[in-house]
């Protein structure tokens, strides 16, 4: 998950890339409808903003920043935003699209690693759209990441479509994962319903408090604070240092 792999498109076009930021809400040709696009997740940015109350004091992170569309919202707000993404081409498009602020800094990351953020040096924290991808032991490893960089009482919010309210019969908009999920199990990052039950569940266990939730429709709205370090068993450190399918051998 540390390549483009991530994504399901090529990303050498303007359309992989929105089809890819956005997925099929604006139909198969989003990018005749790119200035409505950017209005739409900018709207979603400042509702981001307001529920994680971000002012000119705050130092800002975008994880998952896609096109910037978002991020924008924060940008004309926080003292500094860090935008964060896995992949080389949305960051230079970001780059593009936020050129006027002189507030914002990029980070080409791996896979749950920010390497180059220092501990406890981000107030805030945002990630639409990406979280709804995520399986249990992506969680695990991404909110130990965002522990980390946040200090303690630090927000993070994040978005995840929530297997405790789906109806089997209503899902539309994620038929097609199923379909493509079924098809071939190894293939797109696909929408992956966790629960907001085993969210509240983890985020206890690894430094957090749940501050807020909303539900619109499927998708739960989530606003973790942070009470203190992650805490994790002893056999953490030994996971935490693979680095290859050989050394999980050898531990196994």
């Given at each position: 998950?540390?390549?483009?792999?991530?994504?399901?498109?090529?990303?050498?076009?303007?359309?992989?890339?929105?089809?890819?930021?956005?997925?099929?809400?604006?139909g198969e040709?989003?990018?005749?409808?790119?200035?409505?696009?950017?209005?739409?997740?900018?709207?979603?940015?400042?509702?981001?903003?307001?529920?994680?109350?971000?002012?000119?004091?705050?130092?800002?992170a975008?994880?998952?920043?896609?096109?910037?569309?978002?991020?924008?919202?924060?940008?004309?707000?926080?003292?500094?935003?860090?935008?964060?993404?896995?992949?080389?081409?949305?960051?230079?498009?970001?780059?593009?699209?936020?050129?006027?602020?002189?507030?914002?800094?990029?980070?080409?990351?791996?896979?749950?690693?920010?390497?180059?953020?220092?501990?406890?040096?981000?107030?805030?924290?945002?990630?639409?759209?990406?979280?709804?991808?995520?399986y249990?032991?992506?969680?695990?490893?991404?909110?130990?990441?965002?522990?980390?960089?946040?200090p303690?009482?630090?927000?993070?919010?994040?978005?995840?479509?929530?297997?405790?309210?789906?109806?089997?019969?209503?899902?539309?908009?994620?038929?097609n994962?199923?379909k493509?999920?079924?098809i071939?199990i190894?293939?797109?990052?696909?929408?992956?319903?966790?629960?907001?039950?085993?969210?509240?569940?983890?985020?206890?266990?690894?430094?957090?408090?749940?501050?807020?939730?909303?539900?619109?429709?499927?998708?739960?709205?989530?606003?973790?604070?942070?009470?203190?370090?992650?805490?994790?068993?002893?056999?953490?450190?030994?996971?935490?240092?693979?680095?290859?399918?050989?050394?999980?051998?050898?531990?196994?």
């Amino acid at each position: 998950m540390a390549s483009d792999l991530w994504y399901r498109h090529d990303m050498e076009s303007l359309r992989d890339i929105m089809t890819t930021c956005i997925g099929a809400n604006f139909g198969e040709n989003p990018e005749e409808r790119l200035d409505e696009i950017r209005e739409s997740r900018y709207r979603h940015g400042k509702k981001v903003c307001r529920q994680l109350q971000i002012t000119d004091q705050d130092t800002v992170a975008d994880i998952g920043s896609g096109c910037g569309f978002v991020t924008k919202a924060a940008c004309e707000l926080a003292k500094e935003v860090h935008c964060i993404d896995i992949s080389s081409k949305f960051l230079n498009f970001t780059k593009v699209e936020l050129e006027d602020f002189t507030n914002t800094r990029f980070h080409h990351i791996e896979y749950a690693k920010f390497s180059d953020i220092a501990d406890g040096s981000v107030d805030k924290i945002f990630s639409t759209a990406v979280f709804i991808h995520f399986y249990y032991y992506d969680f695990l490893f991404y909110l130990i990441e965002i522990n980390r960089i946040l200090p303690t009482g630090g927000l993070f919010y994040t978005e995840i479509v929530d297997s405790d309210v789906l109806k089997i019969d209503t899902m539309a908009g994620i038929k097609n994962h199923v379909k493509t999920y079924k098809i071939n199990i190894h293939g797109a990052r696909l929408i992956q319903p966790f629960s907001l039950t085993a969210l509240n569940n983890l985020a206890p266990q690894l430094g957090f408090s749940v501050e807020h939730t909303a539900q619109v429709r499927d998708v739960a709205e989530v606003v973790l604070k942070k009470t203190g370090p992650a805490i994790t068993p002893d056999w953490w450190k030994d996971i935490e240092e693979l680095e290859d399918l050989e050394e999980l051998e050898e531990l196994n």
